[in-house]
């Protein structure tokens, strides 16, 4: 039990405060009491709470939401890709090739090229690129550059001969090489397939990630980022020094927001690496007040529709010879999920298609019945297509699902050719979910998509693209309203890590994590959400953004 003094450390006030908390829902004025909330309410009643050694902060009439919790993101290659080759801006083949020389005659140095971020959907034709082409960018340094989901990669001539890849490599386990007639590799590497080539990137040094992550969580908090939820931890191998990295920031308060790892733990070794890990930091596994906690294991069930890898019940409408890949069997994941529920371990399973979804949820269902005190709530992430048979499913399981609307500005531009206009019906339920009693949460996946969560919101709310298309939404029966919106990146978010008691609501008691905006973003007309600058972000009352307090 927390106990406060008599007075507040920080008096903030002259305020329009939106509290996400429904027994006050707004407020004029707020204590603080080193990182928790005294009190909220209006001016005359929060005052007395001060004394004379209260700061007193006038916010001049701002409105001050709960800081903003992405449920899913992967920090750490946000960071790395503001150090690589930004290919978001290619509209063809040729432009990729322009953005990839720059980079490359700029980083004359770099063993590897790296660039993230193109997107074929662009292309004229729709043109995947080659080794070919990327043979263009270098033809002595090996180079890599990702698709905008994460899921595809092209890589050129040098890369494959490094990777020992030619016409007589087997496709590995859960991933795809994709080939010409003659069987010689194109240049494309799907879903495992990635790790033949990403296993000879030489890993950055702890020093390396401490500059990466200091720069993409500063990024973060000017984004009103209070928490992000952040599949940093890629299996047994980098564990340690990822770690290592964290804690070092964490432990010298060098981590401006408070970050909760998410841990892709693909093999039963990998998982028992990341159990250890828990218990050789137990302070980091069991403290959501922290800037720092150990979260779920992280699982990735298909690919994504983008690339045509996520796994579908019925082929592609505009690929009828493929349905997608599972990275797992059914009995595969059941271990995995087996061995996390017998830790009482949360578990966060990427599940796009229907297909994957299913095997996802038979893995919880099949968990749950020898262990019914596995109390750790199970989640699906991105929970794209999915039958109402499925959501059922997942009410009745209590899954949470970790939904991006941030996606549907892109894809709703090609998803209905994807997978036929029936099953887009059943696509990005989000309304559905809320009317199954579904707890939902808002993540972006950044840096598949933009994290800022104002974009976030626009998105939830219109289903439309930055463009105002298409006239009153995609599937508009499936919009949020802007109050439902906002819960998604703050209650919802926190529901789904397990951390309602600290976060997601402006409440006495919870920590002073806040934001400050111009306007109300639920009474501000959607299209002006996607031009609002955050004014300040406060984590446990103290200021981090635009300049970090002393």
Known sequence: MRHFPASATKLFYNARIITMDPSQPTAEA?????????????????????????????????????????????????????????????????????????????????????????????????ALPTKEDLDRVSLHRPVVFTRACGHVCVVNSKALELAGIDASTPNPPGGHIDRTGGGEPTGILRENAITLVGRLIPDPTVSDLKEILSKAT???????????????????GTLSMRLE???????????????????????????????????????LGSN???????????LYADGSLGARTAALSEPYADAPDTSGMLIYTQEE???????????????????????????????????????????????????QIATRQQLERMAALGCVADIQ???????????EDRIGADRGVYTYAWKTMASLGIHTAGGSDCPVESCNPLWGLHAAITRQDHSGNPPGGWHPEECLTPTEALALFTTGSAYAAQEEAVKGSLSPGKLADFVALPKDPTQTPPQELLDMQVAATYVGGRRVWPSVEE
């Open 405 to 415: 609307p941030i996606f549907v500005p892109t894809d709703l531009h090609f998803a």
């Open 333 to 383: 994941l059941d271990e995995l999920v087996s061995l996390a529920a017998e830790a009482n371990l949360q578990v966060a399973v990427h599940a796009i298609g229907d297909k994957a979804l299913d095997i996802v949820l038979t893995s919880y269902e099949r968990a749950k019945r020898p262990m019914p005190g596995w109390s750790a709530r199970p989640r699906v992430v991105h929970c």
């Open 30 to 126: 707020m204590a603080v009491w080193e990182d928790r909330i005294l009190a909220v309410g209006k001016a005359e009643e929060v005052f007395p709470w001060a004394s004379r050694k209260t700061q007193r902060i006038n916010l001049e009439g701002q409105v001050i939401v709960p800081g903003y919790n992405d449920s899913h993101m992967h920090l750490l290659y946000w960071g790395l890709g503001m150090m690589g080759a930004d290919l978001a801006a290619a509209r063809s083949v040729d432009e990729m090739i322009c953005l990839g020389r720059e980079f490359a005659d700029s980083n004359p140095n770099r063993e590897w090229i790296i660039g993230r971020g193109w997107n074929d959907e662009n292309f004229p034709g729709k």
């Open 218 to 236: 500063h990024a973060a908090a000017a984004l009103g980022l209070t928490t992000v939820q952040t599949n940093d931890l890629d299996g047994a």
């Open 245 to 283: 990295a964290y804690y070092k920031l964490a432990a010298a308060r060098e981590l401006p927001i408070r970050v909760v790892l998410q841990a892709a733990m693909p093999t039963p070794d990998d998982l028992t690496a990341y159990l250890e890990a828990r218990r050789c930091y137990p302070v």
């Open 288 to 298: 959501p007040g922290s800037h720092l906690t150990l979260g779920p294991l992280k």
